[in-house]
C-alpha cells in the first residue's frame, strides 16, 4: 500500500525539504446488524501521513465476516488544503468493496470538496461508481457524495459529535441512503484516543439486495504522533 511505501520514503522526503507535521493510524472493531445478512463483524486499519500541513494521503482496508459472506472494502485518498488560514480542502478518492461470494466487485472515484472546521463541516463532490455481477460488464452509477458534521464538545480531553452522510473513505452510497452516526473519542494523551461511534445506516443496495439498513457499532484506538 502507498502508506506503507512513504513511511520507508521518510528519510528521502525530509532530504527534499518537505517535512511530515502529522501522522494518524486508527484500528477499529465493528458490528454491523442489518437486515440483508443479519450480521457482519469486522476489523479496520487506516493509516495518515500529512505533509507541511497542506498535503495528506490516507489509505485503509477493512474485512467483515458474516454467515456465507465475507466484505472486503478498500480505499486510497489523496487531500489538498486549498487554504492555508482556512479549513477548505480538495480530495481525489478511489474505493474498492467487493462481496466474493455474491461476485460483486465495486470500484468507485471521487473528487471533493470539503469544509472541516473544528466544530463544524460539510462535504459535496461526485462519484463515479461501477459496479460487476457475476463477471458481467460493469454497471455505472453517477452518485452525489454528502457529509455534515457538528461537534457538540471538542477540547484536549474529548469530542463529541453527529454526522450526516452518504459516503465514508470506505464506501459511497445513493443520494437517499444516508447514515446517521453519534461519535465519542476520549483522548487519552497527547497520542492515544479511544473512539466509539454507534450508525444508524440505510442503503438501497448490497450485493442483490434492494432493501440494505442496520446498526453499526464502531470501537477502537486511534494513534497520533
Given at each position: 500500500?502507498?502508506?506503507?511505501?512513504?513511511?520507508?520514503?521518510?528519510?528521502?522526503?525530509?532530504?527534499?525539504d518537505i517535512?511530515?507535521?502529522?501522522?494518524?493510524?486508527?484500528?477499529?472493531?465493528?458490528?454491523?446488524?442489518?437486515?440483508?445478512?443479519?450480521?457482519?463483524?469486522?476489523?479496520?486499519?487506516?493509516?495518515?501521513?500529512?505533509?507541511?500541513?497542506?498535503?495528506?494521503?490516507?489509505e485503509g482496508?477493512?474485512?467483515?465476516?458474516?454467515?456465507?459472506?465475507?466484505?472486503?472494502?478498500?480505499?486510497?485518498?489523496?487531500?489538498?488544503?486549498?487554504?492555508?488560514?482556512?479549513?477548505?480542502?480538495?480530495?481525489?478518492?478511489?474505493?474498492?468493496?467487493?462481496?466474493?461470494?455474491?461476485?460483486?466487485?465495486?470500484?468507485?472515484?471521487?473528487?471533493?470538496?470539503?469544509?472541516?472546521?473544528?466544530?463544524?463541516?460539510?462535504?459535496?463532490?461526485?462519484?463515479?461508481?461501477?459496479?460487476?455481477?457475476?463477471?458481467?460488464?460493469?454497471?455505472?452509477?453517477?452518485?452525489?457524495?454528502?457529509?455534515?458534521?457538528?461537534?457538540?464538545?471538542?477540547?484536549?480531553?474529548?469530542?463529541?459529535?453527529?454526522?450526516?452522510?452518504?459516503?465514508?473513505?470506505?464506501?459511497?452510497?445513493?443520494?437517499?441512503?444516508?447514515?446517521?452516526?453519534?461519535?465519542?473519542?476520549?483522548?487519552?494523551?497527547?497520542?492515544?484516543?479511544?473512539?466509539?461511534?454507534?450508525?444508524?445506516?440505510?442503503?438501497?443496495?448490497?450485493?442483490?439486495?434492494?432493501?440494505?439498513?442496520?446498526?453499526?457499532?464502531?470501537?477502537?484506538?486511534?494513534?497520533?504522533?
Amino acid at each position: 500500500m502507498k502508506f506503507f511505501i512513504l513511511l520507508i520514503c521518510i528519510p528521502n522526503i525530509h532530504a527534499q525539504d518537505i517535512e511530515i507535521t502529522n501522522m494518524e493510524a486508527e484500528i477499529l472493531l465493528n458490528s454491523d446488524f442489518n437486515r440483508t445478512f443479519l450480521f457482519v463483524g469486522g476489523i479496520s486499519a487506516t493509516g495518515k501521513i500529512e505533509f507541511n500541513d497542506r498535503l495528506a494521503v490516507k489509505e485503509g482496508f477493512s474485512v467483515g465476516l458474516g454467515h456465507n459472506v465475507t466484505d472486503i472494502k478498500v480505499f486510497t485518498n489523496a487531500a489538498y488544503r486549498i487554504l492555508a488560514d482556512w479549513p477548505l480542502e480538495a480530495k481525489l478518492a478511489w474505493i474498492y468493496n467487493g462481496l466474493p461470494e455474491f461476485d460483486v466487485h465495486s470500484h468507485g472515484i471521487a473528487p471533493i470538496v470539503s469544509w472541516n472546521a473544528k466544530y463544524y463541516g460539510a462535504s459535496v463532490g461526485l462519484g463515479f461508481w461501477f459496479t460487476s455481477f457475476f463477471g458481467e460488464p460493469a454497471l455505472f452509477e453517477l452518485l452525489l457524495p454528502v457529509r455534515i458534521y457538528v461537534n457538540f464538545i471538542d477540547n484536549e480531553k474529548i469530542c463529541v459529535g453527529m454526522s450526516l452522510a452518504n459516503f465514508s473513505d470506505f464506501q459511497q452510497d445513493s443520494f437517499i441512503a444516508f447514515a446517521l452516526a453519534a461519535k465519542a473519542s476520549l483522548r487519552v494523551n497527547g497520542r492515544l484516543s479511544i473512539v466509539n461511534e454507534l450508525e444508524f445506516r440505510q442503503r438501497g443496495v448490497a450485493g442483490l439486495t434492494a432493501a440494505f439498513h442496520g446498526i453499526v457499532w464502531k470501537g477502537g484506538a486511534k494513534f497520533t504522533w
